[in-house]
């Protein structure tokens, strides 16, 4: 399977190996501060699982992101979500909270943008977002998405959804 490309960010697939580096990140509250809560350690694992069926389902899902020199930076990668009852392919991030504000999301998302277009050959890719987000909504600015509707079917009331043709 083939992983997006990027100078400053290395991709590889997500394992059990990842398990401590995902739960401390997916339970710190900066982090998930648009989530309905921080997710616990069996959550953790469940995501990690969640993304290697992705892998063998799709070839894709949320992919661990590190720096060149090695250091968990957090995932990055494309996943199916459904989107007001119909599936969208969508680009989503986590950075952790003392690596945020580098470029580090944009440069992950713009990375995965590029693959969903000439790898996967996708026609159109979408970022799900909180509302309230403004961080998460520069990112998906950046990397071409334009705010589409809202989404009324997922975790929360409102979701933003940011989209582009490919």
Known sequence: MSLPRSDLL???NMTDDDLEDMAAMLADP??????????NREEAQA????NKSNYVEHGHGLWIIETTAGEFAGDCGLTWQVVNG??????????????QGRGYATEAATACRDFARDI???GHLVAIIHP???????????????????????TIDVRSVYGSRL
């Not at 995501?47 to 969640?50: P, Q, R, S, V």
Request: hydrophobic letters at 40%.
């Open 10 to 12: 290395i991709f590889r």
């Open 47 to 50: 995501w990690i699982n969640w």
């Open 132 to 154: 309230d987000n403004r961080a998460s909504r520069r990112v998906a600015e950046k990397i071409g998405l334009e705010f589409e509707e809202d989404d009324h079917g997922g």
């Open 86 to 99: 119909r599936p969208e392919l969508e680009v989503g991030y986590h950075v952790r909270a003392e690596l």
């Open 120 to 122: 996967l050959g996708a």
């Open 30 to 39: 900066a982090v998930m501060k648009f989530y309905p809560r921080p997710k």
